[in-house]
């Protein structure tokens, strides 16, 4: 089932913070994050296993509660480059052969 | 080292036909994924292959069908062409095959299928 991820776009300015929510109605063992620019692939952010723990690289950090079944991705001081849509990659626990299940994708926008 | 290259880049079909679609995925990997690109949808998986076999499929119709070459390589054909089959194909290659998704993909750049 396709997690929801929300908001579906938001407009920032240089130098603001966004946060981006993803939540599955399943149990989740991991959590992906992928930027897209437009024309290219999507880009592997960073990964999130069960266990509530929390990730960051420089100003992109993302939190992972397993009880509530989401996933936040955090942007701090945003940059221009920081523009593109941004994905979240739901694995599900319970054995199997599960690939990934992205949600729709939120559009992020930083204005200068 | 060379990432998940894609071929065909962009084409173009009319209904009724059929395409082949391939990706070659970065050296190393066993694991290559499908997934169908459109705005209104996002990402949607068509199927995993590991080691030459088949080991998850979403929900698409049997029109949708791929394969994995022993190398690694990997294609996907779509027979049968609906116009609402126009889309970005993804395929993403990973390493191992760890359970539950715990796999970093590596995306190409896709193939822009047109159907007309």
């Known amino acids: 089932q396709q997690p929801v991820q929300s908001p579906q776009a938001v407009i920032l300015r240089e130098g603001e913070d966004a946060v981006i929510n993803c939540s599955s109605s399943k149990a989740l063992y991991s959590v992906h994050w992928y930027r897209q620019k437009h024309g290219e692939a999507p880009v592997f952010l960073m990964i999130l296993l069960k266990g509530g723990e929390q990730k960051g690289h420089e100003k992109i950090s993302a939190s992972f509660n397993e009880k509530k079944q989401q996933s936040s991705l955090y942007l701090t001081a945003s940059q221009l480059s920081y523009s593109g849509t941004y994905f979240c990659g739901t694995g599900y626990s319970g054995g199997g052969a599960d690939g990934l299940t992205f949600g729709k994708g939120t559009h992020l926008i930083i204005q200068p | 080292k060379a990432g998940v290259t894609q071929t065909p880049r962009y084409l173009i079909k009319t209904r009724g036909q059929q395409v082949t679609l391939s990706c070659s995925p970065i050296s190393g990997h066993r694991s290559v994924s499908w997934y169908q690109q459109t705005p209104g949808q996002g990402l949607q998986f068509l199927f995993e292959y590991f080691s030459e076999t088949q080991r998850n499929k979403g929900n698409f119709p049997g029109r949708f069908s791929g394969r994995q070459f022993s190398n690694s390589r990997s294609e996907m054909n779509v027979s049968t062409l609906e116009l609402g089959d126009s889309a970005l194909y993804l395929c993403?290659?990973?390493?191992?095959?760890?359970?539950?998704?715990?796999?970093?993909?590596?995306f190409g750049a896709g193939s822009r299928l047109t159907v007309l």
């Open positions: 993403a290659s990973s390493q191992d095959r760890h359970l539950g998704g715990a796999n970093v993909l590596t």
